[in-house]
Nanobody, 117 residues
Framework: VQLQASGGGLVQPGGSLRLSCAAS????????MGWYRQAPGKQRELVAI???????NYADSVKGRFTISRDNAKNTAYLQMNSLKPEDTAVYYC????????????WGQGTEVTVSS
């Protein structure tokens, strides 16, 4: 599975950004897509994930501000990030995994999100 991420960049506090992640290759219909992020000096953490049937899971820190969605026909997930805060600054990694416990996770190249005035 290959993941192509896009979006990200520099935005002022309170602004919005949209990330996209397109999966290609051997795609199983039962899968989970989403994003993790890693800020300098911190561990990688879950941001949001969505299953092929639309189940979602969000980090508490982004609930109400970020919305994850997906287009199964395009094998693409989207992360709409609103009301961005400086603490959202991190490298965001796209993620794909078959929806069973032993499945191998795949990661896209990181994309930087910087929230600063």
């Amino acid at each position: 599975v290959q993941l192509q991420a896009s979006g990200g960049g520099l935005v002022q506090p309170g602004g919005s950004l949209r990330l996209s992640c397109a999966a290609s290759g051997r795609i199983f219909s039962l899968n989970v897509m989403g994003w993790y992020r890693q800020a300098p000096g911190k561990q990688r953490e879950l941001v949001a994930i969505i299953s092929n049937d639309g189940r979602t899971n969000y980090a508490d820190s982004v609930k109400g501000r970020f919305t994850i969605s997906r287009d199964n026909a395009k094998n693409t997930a989207y992360l709409q990030m609103n009301s961005l805060k400086p603490e959202d600054t991190a490298v965001y990694y796209c993620y794909w995994k078959g929806d069973w416990a032993a499945a191998t996770p795949y990661w896209g190249q990181g994309t930087e999100v910087t929230v600063s005035s």
